[in-house]
């Protein structure tokens, strides 16, 4: 019961939130497996439970070891908006679309996907750039 209230009330946000997903996709899990006896779902969502009660439990041992919020690092700087990773993932999709359709989705899907990549790397170098700037200027 110790343990229980001080991961329900004692742990950060990140640590509550991993846990909390594992129990659910487990349960679901559990759950899809006796309504439907479809083995591929239920191996899916059990192990995507045990993959986040994974991540949960090594938020939880960090937390204790002193590293409060892992994810809470503000340091350094937010990336700048921009619809690249969408483009990316729409070539993606689409490119898949090739394996059913034939070659013409994945024509069709290299344009977004080029145009998402070299966006998104330019401004990820271009980020880059400036905090090596930034850091050199104030050390």
């Known amino acids: 019961m110790r343990l229980l209230r001080r991961l329900v009330f004692g742990d950060p946000a990140e640590t509550r939130f991993f846990l909390f997903l ?6 679901i899990g559990a759950i899809y497996w006796l309504v439907s006896y479809e083995p591929a779902g239920s191996v899916l ?8 009660g994974v991540m949960g439990v090594v938020l939880h041992r960090t937390g204790r070891r002193g590293a ?6 503000e340091t350094g700087r937010f990336p700048s ?3 690249a990773p ?16 034939g070659p ?4 069709v899907g290299l344009l977004p996907f080029a145009w998402g990549a070299w ?3 330019g401004r990820a170098r271009a980020e880059l750039d400036s905090q090596a700037l930034d850091d050199e200027q104030r050390g």
């Not at 409060?68 to 690092?73: H, I, K």
């Not at 483009?87 to 090739?98: Q, S, T």
Request: net charge negative.
């Open 22 to 27: 594992s129990a659910f996709a487990l349960v």
């Open 81 to 83: 908006e921009t619809p």
């Open 86 to 101: 969408l483009a990316v993932g729409a070539g993606i999709a689409l490119m898949a679309l090739a394996t059913i359709f």
């Open 104 to 107: 013409a989705p994945l024509v």
């Open 68 to 73: 409060d919020r892992p994810f809470l690092d």
């Open 119 to 121: 966006t998104w790397l």
């Open 45 to 52: 969502l059990l192990a995507f439970g045990a993959a986040t």
